[in-house]
T-cell receptor, first 112, second 111 residues
Framework: DAKTTQPNSMESNEEEPVHLPCNHSTISGTDYIHWYRQLPSQGPEYVIHGLTSNVNNRMASLAIAEDRKSSTLILHRATLRDAAVYYCILMGHPNTGNQFYFGTGTSLTVIP | NAGVTQTPKFRVLKTGQSMTLLCAQD?????MYWYRQDPGMGLRLIHY???????AKGEVPDGYNVSRLKKQNFLLGLESAAPSQTSVYFCASRDRGYIQYFGAGTRLSVL
């Protein structure tokens, strides 16, 4: 089972960019890199995912290393509402991958 | 849009009692999942289903049973609750793509 390694916690000032790292040195060629976040007392919510190329959406950007052994979730301007636990997860192709391994994630604190 | 709805939101059981947690989704998704989350931990997969009438074991299936009689519903049963099953339970559903949609969770305490 592919595993990920993330820092336990990070802090950021409000309205500044945040770079959340994730190491996944045992990633296989068919694993997708997913990011979810969990706000306090809520279920996780999807943030972004990618395979090889960098990805952007309205919530964040995902930068994937060329060797795919690490990735970085980028929040361009942190707000207080971005304070959450962020999980980096590997998943196989949707037709075959049915198990997510969440790990303990990175708890992001946003300082006003 | 209701999305994924979990019932009940809170429950307290005594050791040995049984109960069923209900998950309902209105997005016509094929895949459904049950997770548990213990304090300070990430989510761990209990059981999942790839379609109506099918179920499969996840990472921590012991002590739980599931059923998927209808596509929109996924039930999680505890036949004889134990204190170790005190946790927050999350249900999720996924279409044929990549995104899982989660419910708000059920907080269960077993005394």
């Amino acid at each position: 089972d592919a595993k990920t390694t993330q820092p336990n916690s990070m802090e950021s000032n409000e309205e500044e960019p945040v770079h959340l790292p994730c190491n996944h040195s045992t990633i296989s060629g068919t694993d997708y890199i997913h990011w979810y976040r969990q706000l306090p007392s809520q279920g996780p919510e999807y943030v972004i995912h990618g395979l090889t190329s960098n990805v952007n959406n309205r919530m964040a950007s995902l930068a994937i290393a060329e060797d795919r052994k690490s990735s970085t979730l980028i929040l361009h301007r942190a707000t207080l509402r971005d304070a959450a636990v962020y999980y980096c997860i590997l998943m196989g192709h949707p037709n075959t991958g049915n198990q997510f391994y969440f790990g303990t994630g990175t708890s992001l604190t946003v300082i006003p | 849009n209701a999305g994924v709805t979990q019932t009940p939101k809170f429950r307290v059981l005594k050791t040995g009692q049984s109960m069923t947690l209900l998950c309902a989704q209105d997005m016509n998704h094929e895949y459904m999942y049950w997770y548990r989350q213990d304090p300070g931990m990430g989510l761990r997969l209990i059981h999942y289903s790839v379609g109506e009438g099918t179920t499969a074991k996840g990472e921590v299936p012991d002590g739980y049973n599931v059923s998927r009689l209808k596509k929109q519903n996924f039930l999680l049963g505890l036949e004889s609750a134990a204190p170790s099953q005190t946790s927050v339970y999350f249900c999720a559903s996924r279409d044929r793509g990549y995104i899982q949609y989660f419910g708000a969770g059920t907080r269960l305490s077993v005394l």
